[in-house]
């Protein structure tokens, strides 16, 4: 069994990395078209989809010692599922990766949205991944109208880097990238 980092459990949420075993938790997740509103312009994903590009994906970056992934946020005396936290290095998906400047991204039930669990699940995430000797900043890059999102980049302390067209293989978008230091 490889060594995996521990994300402790917060006031109100428990953490768990996900594997490829979860894609129909994944799935769940991507049925709600607010939820999608800001990933692909609110379309759900295709079991497919997320078999064929989004578990592919994931574990490209998995790694549990690092702390990359996705991990599951669930309440922590019920289990009930409200959304997740992905961790992976900035531009993991170039040739030019940047392993001390660690990308924080989430999607939650619009069930979950507005009681703070994103800002909480990021929190006790980002405190576990800079814990490592080798992080120096945290980021996180957002649709420039997801006021939401960008919500909680600020409470994590974040301040606004740049705006830009950010290119990804599964789609280019404009983006606002935040930032923090942690060292």
Known sequence: ?????????????????????????????????????????GKPNSMETINDVFIPRMLAYLNAEQGWGIWQVCDKNTQEYFGWVLVRPMDFFTDTPKLDDIELGWRFFQKSWGKGYATE?????????????????????????????????????????KRYEHKDPIGDFMAVHYQMSVK
């Open 1 to 41: 069994m490889e060594k995996q980092i521990k994300i402790e459990n917060s006031s109100r949420l428990s953490y768990r990395l996900l594997g490829k075993e979860d894609a129909q938790i994944l799935w769940q997740l991507d049925q709600d078209p607010e939820v999608m509103k800001f990933i692909n312009g």
């Open 121 to 161: 699940a990021a929190i006790a995430i980002k405190n576990a991944i800079a814990s490592q000797t080798n992080i120096h900043h945290v980021s996180a890059l957002a649709y420039e109208d997801n006021i939401g999102s960008i919500g909680v980049m600020k409470k994590l302390g974040m301040e606004f880097i």
